[in-house]
């Protein structure tokens, strides 16, 4: 077997050196477009759990690198002078130079060809290699001349970045914030040998021109920043090798190989320097092609399909946790403005992988300084966070976990029937802080289908007015309902027979403009003026409605592309006059809604506004836009945004994860400085606690994991030991069986990460 290797990076060296130890036979060589010795960057990192895995690799490997590393279990985080120090935090520094040298002493060893110089733009010379490895990096040429084969695709993300040196010695990884007149500066520092380490300095587009900066001046660069972070280096100036700004490529391929080339590392994938995670990338991308190859020997489709098959979703992942994570860094800005200890705990937890557990886990003194600082924000102490209490003008809720709007569709003409009084009731006496009911409509032409609820009648009010009264006598929750209208997205059957399958004997149905929301379903009527005071007084009746029947809380459904959603979002208000076109026209009808909602509900009550703050397709809502959008319901009255996301359209495309909405709440709570609800894909009361820790919501909605366990919050209360005082009486005894059961899962649970950690790799000289 002949394989060519095109670049000498980590990943195509140790892919060389695997290879050739299982097939001692084949022909490998490696081509190099730089000198042996050439190197660019500083130092790279391994984590324990990859050092783990270079050992069972190859040994040979495993101990050169080890006797070159500096290693660190502390993590420190240093904004302007205070510093806290984060322990448990396995991780090793190498020079990248050093690190090259030592895999290409082992490809030496091993009996793999290295050809230094020699830069490969034409593969015709390769015409007889069984394999063709590009490993030739970020800009890889290769790539490049087929990237329609791969489908590849290069997203140049907003902050700027240089990559440097100093002599400033570390004992601990560090990201150093600087406040500075232009904007915030960061350094992500570490030690990856005696006497260096590494100093990636970013900071956003505007602070680097408001700064100064040129691109390629490394003179200047290196004088400003080691101005900047006087303190920070003390005394040890900064050291540069092609040291220029840029910008970090983020980049993905559909495919990872072509006839019988393929992709492994930057080449084929780009994960943040934020997660440290380039280098391991590159080498276990390297361990998986090489494995493929071995097992199937010269049959490329299988090699290639097995490749794509060990590492296409870990890989996935990681670069979704790095785009998270860099995203953070890209508004860090923001998130300046909180007090010490909840910013570092915004830093360590920011790609959502790490939670308030896996720290306390690692270091349960610095989790306690963050609680104790949360705690001491809502002068209590040692409470958890999501049972902590939270008020919104005279609603005053135990704890800060919702049940999120989720439709029933089992009412009759609009009418709440004994399965909507369990259903609600038993959340109720589950613990929830607040409920929010399903959309219920303003209209019986506003409705999604015919089994939605109504709060137009006298007879609803009632109806509904059993249920809160039961959760006002019977328990310390709050009940609040979401009032809406369907828009295009009406008149369809109930969802338990099938997906928008539009009514034979429907109604007309009103949008902002006449397009339909999906093939199958009839285009809507665009509304006009005399169709906007008919839905602004319906939206005031019901607003009067909620309150006869004795709802806490109102919440006005402006999301998911319905009636009022349609106006917001540039995908479906298509329209020429003044409630189309710039933003502050498709604002008009909404605010005149709620304007007019707000005048005729109880003022000691508040309100909230559902909005989506993406549509997840091309051209619909930007950042900027929702952030005007919350700033507008805010000054109109609003006291709290509930920040959702899509479903505007039906080909939208949103990029599905853990907790995956949260950046959204976040952007608006910190930005808008006003209160907000988050949502999507949250699962457990880790999350719940991290994420308003976080300070990224002040409440978290619930969907479906309420929807089978009405006593989530019972358990969630029991697993963290923390006694309510608003257990129902007829259920008090209960609680000498969850308690002990929870503690028990949770001493289990606890026992099993330690076990799963990876093994410390420090040396006795580290």
Same mark, same amino acid.
């Given at each position: 077997?002949k394989?060519?290797?095109?670049?000498?990076?980590?990943?195509?060296?140790?892919?060389?050196?695997?290879?050739?130890?299982?097939?001692?036979?084949?022909q490998?060589?490696?081509?190099?477009?730089? @000198?042996?010795?050439?190197?660019?960057?500083?130092?790279?990192?391994?984590?324990?759990?990859t050092?783990?895995?270079?050992?069972?690799?190859d040994p040979?490997?495993?101990?050169?690198? /080890? !006797?070159?590393?500096?290693?660190?279990?502390?993590?420190?985080v240093?904004?302007?002078?205070?510093?806290?120090?984060?322990?448990?935090?396995?991780?090793?520094?190498?020079?990248?130079?050093t690190?090259?040298?030592?895999? =290409?002493?082992?490809?030496?060893?091993?009996?793999?060809?290295?050809?230094?110089?020699?830069?490969?733009?034409?593969?015709s010379?390769?015409?007889?290699?069984?394999y063709?490895v590009?490993?030739?990096?970020?800009?890889? =040429?290769?790539?490049e001349?087929?990237?329609?084969?791969f489908?590849?695709?290069?997203?140049?993300?907003?902050?700027?970045f240089?990559?440097?040196?100093?002599? /400033?010695?570390?004992?601990a990884?560090?990201?150093?914030?600087?406040?500075?007149?232009?904007?915030?500066?960061?350094?992500?520092?570490?030690?990856?040998?005696?006497?260096?380490?590494?100093?990636?300095f970013?900071?956003?587009?505007?602070?680097?021109?408001?700064?100064?900066?040129?691109?390629?001046?490394e003179? !200047?660069?290196?004088?400003?920043?080691?101005?900047?972070?006087?303190?920070?280096? %003390?005394?040890?100036?900064?050291?540069?090798?092609?040291?220029?700004?840029?910008?970090?490529?983020a980049?993905?391929?559909?495919h990872?190989?072509?006839?019988?080339?393929?992709?492994?590392?930057?080449?084929?994938?780009?994960?943040?320097?934020?997660?440290?995670? +380039?280098?391991?990338?590159?080498?276990?991308?390297?361990?998986?092609?090489?494995?493929?190859?071995?097992?199937?020997?010269?049959?490329k489709?299988?090699?290639?399909?097995?490749?794509?098959q060990?590492?296409?979703?870990?890989?996935?992942?990681?670069?979704?946790?790095?785009?998270?994570?860099?995203?953070?860094?890209?508004?860090?800005?923001?998130?300046?403005q909180h007090?010490?200890?909840?910013?570092?705990?915004?830093?360590?937890?920011?790609?959502?992988?790490?939670?308030?557990?896996?720290l306390?886990?690692?270091?349960?003194?610095?989790?306690?300084?963050?609680?104790?600082?949360?705690?001491?924000?809502?002068?209590?102490?040692?409470?958890?966070?999501?049972?902590?209490?939270?008020?919104? /003008?005279?609603?005053?809720?135990?704890?800060?976990?919702v049940?999120?709007?989720?439709?029933?569709?089992?009412?009759?003409?609009?009418?709440?029937n004994?399965?909507?009084?369990?259903?609600?009731?038993?959340?109720?006496?589950?613990?929830?802080?607040?409920?929010?009911?399903?959309?219920?409509?303003?209209?019986?032409?506003?409705?999604?289908?015919?089994?939605?609820?109504?709060?137009?009648?006298? @007879?609803?009010v009632?109806?509904?007015?059993?249920?809160?009264?039961?959760?006002?006598?019977n328990?310390k929750?709050?009940?609040?309902?979401?009032?809406?209208h369907?828009?295009?997205?009406?008149?369809?059957?109930?969802?338990?027979?099938?997906?928008?399958i539009?009514?034979?004997d429907?109604?007309?149905l009103?949008?902002?403009?006449?397009?339909?929301?999906?093939? %199958?379903?009839?285009?809507?009527?665009?509304?006009?003026?005399?169709d906007?005071?008919?839905?602004?007084?319906?939206?005031?009746?019901?607003?009067?409605?909620?309150?006869?029947? +004795?709802?806490?809380?109102?919440?006005?459904?402006?999301?998911?592309?319905?009636?009022?959603?349609?106006?917001?979002?540039p995908?479906t208000?298509?329209?020429?006059?003044?409630?189309?076109?710039?933003?502050?026209n498709?604002?008009?009808?909404?605010?005149?809604?709620?304007?007019?909602m707000?005048?005729?509900?109880n003022?000691?009550?508040?309100?909230?506004?559902?909005?989506?703050?993406?549509?997840?397709?091309?051209?619909?809502?930007?950042?900027?836009?929702?952030?005007?959008?919350?700033?507008?319901?805010?000054?109109?009255?609003?006291?709290?945004?509930?920040?959702?996301t899509?479903?505007?359209?039906?080909?939208?495309?949103?990029?599905l994860?853990?907790?995956?909405?949260?950046?959204?709440?976040d952007?608006?709570?910190?930005?808008v400085?006003?209160?907000?609800?988050?949502?999507?894909f949250?699962?457990?009361?880790?999350?719940?606690?991290?994420?308003?820790l976080?300070g990224?919501?002040?409440l978290?909605?619930?969907?479906?994991?309420l929807?089978?366990?009405?006593?989530?919050?019972?358990?969630?209360?029991?697993?963290?030991?923390?006694?309510?005082?608003?257990?129902?009486? %007829?259920?008090?005894?209960?609680?000498?069986?969850?308690?002990p059961?929870?503690?028990?899962d949770?001493?289990?649970?606890?026992?099993?990460?330690?076990?799963?950690?990876?093994e410390?790799?420090?040396?006795?000289?580290?």
């Open positions: 077997m394989i060519t290797v095109i670049g000498g990076g980590p990943g195509g060296l140790y892919f060389s050196i695997l290879t050739k130890k299982a097939l001692p036979h084949a490998i060589d490696i081509y190099e477009r730089n @000198k042996a010795d050439d190197s660019f960057g500083f130092g790279v990192v391994f984590s324990d759990e050092l783990s895995e270079f050992l069972t690799r040979k490997s495993y101990e050169l690198i /080890r !006797s070159k590393f500096a290693y660190w279990d502390d993590l420190d240093a904004r302007d002078g205070e510093v806290v120090r984060i322990t448990g935090n396995g991780f090793c520094g190498c020079s990248r130079k690190l090259l040298q030592l895999l =290409q002493q082992r490809c030496v060893e091993e009996g793999v060809g290295l050809h230094f110089e020699a830069n490969v733009d034409d593969l010379a390769f015409a007889d290699a069984d063709i590009a490993s030739d990096g970020i800009n890889s =040429q290769i790539r001349q087929h990237s329609d084969d489908g590849t695709e290069i997203d140049l993300k907003k902050n700027k240089v990559w440097l040196g100093s002599t /400033r010695p570390l004992d990884f560090t990201y150093f914030f600087r406040s500075t007149p232009f904007g915030t500066f960061v350094a992500h520092t570490y030690q990856y040998e005696q006497g260096m380490s590494t100093w990636i970013e900071c956003a587009p505007e602070t680097w021109e408001k700064a100064g900066f040129i691109t390629t001046d003179e !200047s660069t290196i004088t400003k920043l080691a101005e900047i972070f006087k303190e920070e280096l %003390q005394g040890h100036g900064l050291i540069s090798n092609r040291s220029h700004w840029r910008q970090f490529p980049i993905t391929n559909k990872w190989s072509k006839d019988n080339i393929v992709l492994i590392g930057d080449a084929k994938a780009t994960a943040h320097y934020s997660i440290g995670s +380039g280098t391991k990338l590159a080498m276990e991308s390297a361990i998986a092609l090489s494995d493929s190859i071995v097992e199937f020997g010269t049959d489709e299988k090699a290639f399909a097995k490749y794509e060990l590492r296409r979703n870990r890989v996935e992942t990681i670069q979704h946790a790095a785009n998270v994570s860099l995203d953070w860094f890209e508004n860090m800005d923001r998130h300046m007090d010490f200890m909840q910013f570092a705990f915004g830093v360590m937890t920011r790609a959502k992988k790490v939670t308030f557990e896996n306390a886990m690692r270091d349960n003194s610095f989790t306690e300084k963050v609680l104790s600082g949360f705690n001491a924000e809502n002068e209590i102490k040692n409470i958890p966070p999501a049972f902590t209490s939270f008020q919104l /003008r005279d609603m005053k809720l135990e704890n800060r976990i049940m999120s709007a989720m439709g029933q569709y089992s009412a009759n003409d609009g009418l709440v004994d399965w909507h009084f369990v259903h609600y009731a038993a959340r109720a006496i589950g613990g929830v802080g607040l409920i929010i009911t399903e959309m219920t409509a303003i209209s019986p032409t506003g409705r999604i289908t015919p089994g939605c609820a109504g709060i137009w009648s006298e @007879k609803q009632i109806a509904w007015k059993k249920i809160t009264h039961f959760v006002h006598e328990t929750g709050k009940i609040g309902i979401q009032i809406g369907s828009g295009r997205k009406g008149s369809i059957n109930v969802p338990s027979a099938g997906n928008n539009p009514l034979e429907g109604w007309e009103i949008s902002s403009s006449p397009i339909a929301f999906a093939e %199958q379903m009839p285009v809507p009527k665009g509304i006009d003026a005399s906007m005071e008919i839905v602004i007084s319906e939206f005031t009746r019901a607003a009067i409605n909620a309150d006869k029947a +004795g709802f806490d809380m109102i919440e006005l459904q402006a999301h998911h592309g319905f009636l009022l959603a349609s106006f917001l979002s995908l208000n298509k329209r020429t006059d003044h409630f189309g076109g710039s933003l502050e498709r604002l008009r009808f909404p605010l005149q809604v709620f304007h007019a707000r005048k005729a509900f003022s000691d009550k508040p309100m909230s506004v559902r909005i989506s703050a993406s549509d997840w397709a091309e051209n619909g809502i930007t950042m900027e836009e929702v952030i005007s959008i919350s700033n507008a319901f805010k000054e109109a009255g609003a006291d709290i945004i509930n920040v959702s899509g479903n505007t359209v039906s080909h939208q495309k949103p990029q994860g853990r907790m995956w909405q949260t950046p959204f709440s952007t608006v709570r910190n930005t400085h006003v209160p907000t609800i988050t949502t999507g949250i699962q457990d009361i880790d999350q719940i606690n991290t994420i308003l976080n990224r919501a002040d978290v909605a619930l969907g479906r994991p929807l089978l366990d009405p006593n989530f919050v019972r358990h969630a209360q029991a697993y963290e030991n923390f006694r309510p005082d608003d257990i129902p009486k %007829q259920y008090i005894t209960g609680t000498s069986h969850l308690y059961l929870h503690a028990s949770r001493k289990e649970k606890e026992g099993m990460r330690k076990a799963l950690k990876p410390s790799h420090k040396t006795i000289n580290n």
